[in-house]
C-alpha cells in the first residue's frame, strides 16, 4: 500500500473512532483504534519516512486527526507537534483534553507511542 494511502486511513479511522465516541459507542471506537494503531505500526517501520508522511495530517482540517499525527510523532517531530498539540490544547473538549494528555505525558517523560 502506498504512503499516502495509509496516511488516508490513518486520518478516517480517527474521525471514525471519534464519532464514534460521541456516539457512545465505545465497541466501534474501540475497533477504529485498533485499526489506526496498526496502520501507524506500518508507517513506523518503514522508518522516518513512514513518519514524516504521516506529519503531512499537521495541516489537516480536522482537529481529532491532527492532535491524533501530533501525539503519534512527538519524539520524531518534536517541536511541529507540540506546536500543533498546544494549540488545540487551547480550547474545550474531548479532542483539547486528548492533546493537554500527550503534552502532560511527554513532560513528565512517560510518553510511549513511538519509542526510539
Excluded: C
Excluded at 517501520?45 to 513518519?51: K, V
Aim: net charge negative; proline share 3%; aromatic share 8%.
Amino acid at each position: 500500500m502506498k504512503l499516502e494511502e495509509l496516511v488516508e486511513q490513518f486520518a478516517r479511522h480517527v474521525q471514525s473512532e471519534t464519532e464514534a465516541g460521541w456516539k457512545g459507542g465505545a465497541k466501534a471506537a474501540n475497533k477504529h483504534v485498533d485499526q489506526y494503531l496498526a496502520i501507524f505500526d506500518e508507517l513506523r517501520a518503514l522508518g522516518d519516512i513512514g513518519r514524516d508522511a504521516l506529519a503531512a495530517l499537521f495541516k489537516h482540517p480536522r482537529m481529532d486527526v491532527r492532535v491524533a499525527a501530533a501525539a503519534f510523532l512527538l519524539r520524531h517531530r518534536t517541536e511541529e507537534a507540540k506546536a500543533v498539540l498546544e494549540e488545540a490544547a487551547k480550547g474545550k473538549g474531548l479532542v483539547p483534553f486528548e492533546a493537554q494528555q500527550a503534552l502532560k505525558r511527554w513532560e513528565e517523560g512517560t510518553w510511549a507511542l513511538d519509542p526510539a
